[in-house]
């Protein structure tokens, strides 16, 4: 993860080679919404990564929401 001090969204760097998009359909599939950050970059090949907002989430929640994000991406890979 990236610190971040203000904003509504952080990323969680993924291993390289790890495929963001599929990582995202499996996060899903745990209920974790999140967006695969090659969603929102101009050029192919970056960093894989995914963008997690935070804004309105109480941080129990977001507690919860990263155990399951974690279950998620260890079935992935």
């Known amino acids: 993860m ?41 050029e192919p090949g970056r960093r894989p990564g995914l963008l997690l907002g935070h804004a309105a989430t109480p941080e129990p929640d977001i507690v919860t929401g990263i155990q399951r994000l974690a279950a998620a991406l260890t079935a992935a890979s």
């Open 2 to 42: 990236t610190p971040a001090h203000a904003g509504l969204h952080v990323i969680g760097w993924l291993p390289d080679g790890m495929d963001d998009g599929a990582a995202a359909l499996r996060a899903a599939e745990h209920g974790v919404d999140v967006q695969p950050l090659s969603a929102h970059a101009q």
